[in-house]
């Protein structure tokens, strides 16, 4: 963790009017971002999507965002992104925090989500917040030099929050 303090944050369902700033980090944050249609049709979906916002020096800035499938019983994490300027403050587990909360609020408590393989910095975090690695999806990112394998992860979300 970085010895920048935590900023003051605040959480809400995103909107379409919020998609240009997060497209925006999303390119940032990706070799092979999200499209803006991508986040389009999620919203059009229904499915949980959140931005975070934080506040330094009295400006308000949009830092990070995730989007959530609903399924029969479980919520498929999609998207949980940190803008690369705000990463490494602890955003990313409260986004993971929210995830949770949504999950269990719709009566979903398991979660699922894929990683790439080389994201490890990623995979640590979610690791920590409980995730186990349950299988592998072959090829199922676009990569620099064809293809790369996600890890899929699960996580039952039962007794306390994290
Ligand atoms: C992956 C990502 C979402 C993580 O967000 P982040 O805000 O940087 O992560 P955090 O600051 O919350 O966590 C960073 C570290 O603090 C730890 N941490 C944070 N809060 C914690 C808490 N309350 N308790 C224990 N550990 C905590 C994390 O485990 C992690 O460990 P590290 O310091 O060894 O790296 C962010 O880096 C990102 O957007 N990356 C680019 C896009 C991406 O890869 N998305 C995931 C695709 S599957």
Redesign the pocket.
């Known amino acids: 963790?970085s010895a920048r303090p935590k900023p003051v944050q605040t959480r809400r369902g995103m909107t379409v009017r919020d998609v240009d700033a997060v497209v925006d980090i999303e390119a940032r944050?990706?070799s092979f971002p999200w499209s803006r249609g991508n986040f389009i049709d999620s919203l059009a979906a229904g499915y949980g999507a959140e931005v975070l916002h934080v506040m330094e020096a009295g400006q308000v800035t949009l830092a990070?965002y995730f989007v959530a499938m609903p399924g029969v019983d479980e919520l498929h994490l999609l998207n949980?992104?940190?803008a690369p300027d705000?990463?490494?403050?602890?955003?990313?587990?409260?986004?993971l925090q929210a995830v949770e909360l949504m999950g269990r609020q719709r009566g979903l408590p398991r979660l699922f989500?894929?990683?790439?393989q080389s994201?490890h910095?990623?995979r640590?975090?979610y690791r920590?917040?409980g995730f186990s690695e349950v299988g592998q999806r072959r090829g199922y990112y676009p990569a620099p030099a064809g293809r790369e394998d996600a890890v899929v992860m699960r996580l039952d979300c039962e007794g306390g929050a994290r």
Do not use: D
């Open positions: 963790m944050a990706y990070g949980i992104t940190v705000w990463q490494g403050l602890g955003l990313g587990w409260g986004l989500l894929e990683v790439r994201n910095r990623a640590a975090l920590r917040f």
